[in-house]
């Protein structure tokens, strides 16, 4: 055991540990890595802006010119729908409607008054006998008289008892499918085929079948189920749609819808997080105080720094020539990163 300087109370004055040797250099080392990966990285997300504002204009271009040839195609296709409608064909004749009541007969007019007849020719002359006298002209004949008035109808009799049934009739059958023709006038019955499903029309109608008015849906097509995706970390710049799993902050979230937005959020649903620590154990007593050690030998001190740039890491190198445990950075970046944005 050294010699220590004595207090007052004759026990040995402890004196403070000193600062490791390497401690400063670490430090630096520290700063000077992180400024070299941060310039790197703000270097980085400058090219890649400059990238994503390049593609943007890209497809803003392509946009568009898409949109010029739709219009384009659009105009003619409203050209030739307006041509049918002026030229088309006539349509299917409908179907013969009931036949309406009987009206009331009318009560039979009065007879006109007979003309008077005309006078009767000569008659010519006969034969070796002697010449008949002339026949007078035949006197007017005198009007007819007015038809009776009709007499009042009898009481309707009473209701018979009702026939017997008849025999049953042959099965009906549904109209044939067609293809339905946007524009075009369906009857009432029609069935058509529209967006993978069968409408029958319930009125004459020029509407939609996904008018739900006017059409009566008899079935539509099945639609294929989704499984979750999993998309690994979460990124702001990336689009999620709905059941989508990404990981952020040691735990998971699924999209509850497409679009969900910022993580966490209201568009998202934590599947798991991260183990909390657990409370403090009570502590236990203090034990008997050991004996001074040796004196160590002097560690080795830092002389430099080796970047690994992919790894994001900074591994330092001794003095002796070896190397020191490596600085993983990367989540130290992610973490920055992340409240930055």
Request: hydrophobic fraction near 30%; charged fraction near 30%; include cysteine.
């Amino acid at each position: 055991m050294g010699n220590k300087p004595m207090t007052s109370n004759g026990k040995h004055e402890e004196s403070s540990p000193a600062p490791p040797p390497f401690a400063d250099d670490l430090i630096d080392g520290w700063r000077e890595a992180l400024a070299e990966v941060l310039a790197e990285q703000q270097h980085q997300w400058a090219r890649e802006r400059a990238l994503l504002e390049a593609q943007a204009a890209a497809i803003i271009s392509d946009l568009r010119r898409h949109v010029t040839e739709l219009e384009a195609k659009v105009t003619a296709m409203v050209a030739d729908r307006l041509a049918l409608v002026r030229d088309g064909q006539d349509g299917v004749p409908g179907p013969v409607g009931e036949r309406g009541e009987k009206g009331e007969q009318g009560a039979p007019g009065e007879n006109g008054a007979t003309g008077a007849q005309g006078n009767q020719g000569e008659r010519g002359e006969k034969g070796d006998a002697g010449e008949c006298g002339e026949r007078g002209d035949v006197g007017p004949q005198g009007d007819h008289g007015q038809n009776g008035e009709r007499g009042p109808q009898g009481d309707r009799g009473e209701r018979g008892e009702p026939g017997e049934r008849g025999e049953r009739g042959a099965p009906g059958m549904l109209p044939a499918v067609k293809v339905y023709w946007p524009g075009a006038v369906h009857y009432e019955g029609a069935i058509v085929a529209y967006d993978g499903g069968t409408f029958q029309a319930c009125c004459d109608t020029a509407k939609a079948p996904d008018d739900p008015g006017e059409w009566v849906c008899l079935a539509v097509a099945g639609k294929d189920g989704r499984t979750p995706t999993v998309r690994g970390t979460f990124a702001a710049d990336e689009k999620y749609r709905a059941l989508d799993i990404v990981a952020l902050n040691g735990g998971s979230f699924i999209a509850r819808r497409n679009d969900p937005g910022d993580c966490p959020g209201a568009g998202w649903q934590s599947l798991t997080m991260p183990g909390k620590r657990g409370e403090r154990g009570i502590r236990g007593e203090k034990g008997d105080r050991g004996e001074p050690g040796k004196p160590g030998s002097a560690g080795p001190a830092i002389v430099g720094w080796q970047i690994d740039r992919k790894a994001y890491a900074a591994v330092p190198i001794l003095d002796d020539g070896s190397q020191g445990a490596a600085l993983e950075l990367r989540s130290l970046f992610e973490q920055f990163q992340i409240e930055t944005h």
